[in-house]
């Protein structure tokens, strides 16, 4: 059982920057794949960025490419999110999540624990 914990969200202008943490309870994060999706009013839950259980590879949605990293630090059980250069359509409820599944994780029902989200609004 993983249990996930995100911070960081927030209210912020366009063209500012947001780092999310997500810290996930238990002995064995070093071996779950982990996600950040998010969802925002009216829209289905969307995957942001994904990283695999060692770190070594990483995926981006083209929407966010070049604007968003992540990194995880397996020793603190926690995964991060940097956002920079935000917009307004990047408002949204973010989620982290686990896979049990190795590599990069892509499809979202092979998620096998998720956090409760944090909320991060862009204005205009």
């Known amino acids: 059982q993983v249990q996930l914990l995100e911070s960081g969200g927030g209210l912020v202008q366009a063209g500012g920057s947001l780092r999310l943490s997500c810290v996930a309870s238990g002995r064995t994060f070093s071996r779950y794949a982990m996600g950040w999706f998010r969802q925002a009013p009216g829209k289905e839950r969307e995957l942001v960025t994904a990283?695999?259980?060692?770190?070594?590879?990483?995926l981006y949605a083209d929407s966010v490419k070049g604007r968003f990293t992540i990194s995880r630090d397996n020793a603190k059980n926690a995964v991060y999110l940097q956002m920079n250069n935000l917009k307004p359509e990047d408002t949204a409820v973010y989620y982290c999540?686990?896979?049990?599944?190795?590599?990069?994780?892509?499809?979202?029902?092979?998620?096998?624990?998720w956090g409760q989200g944090t909320q991060v609004t862009v204005s205009s």
């Open positions: 999540a686990a896979s049990s599944w190795r590599g990069v994780v892509i499809i979202t029902r092979e998620y096998d624990y």
């Open positions: 990283i695999s259980d060692s770190g070594g590879s990483t």
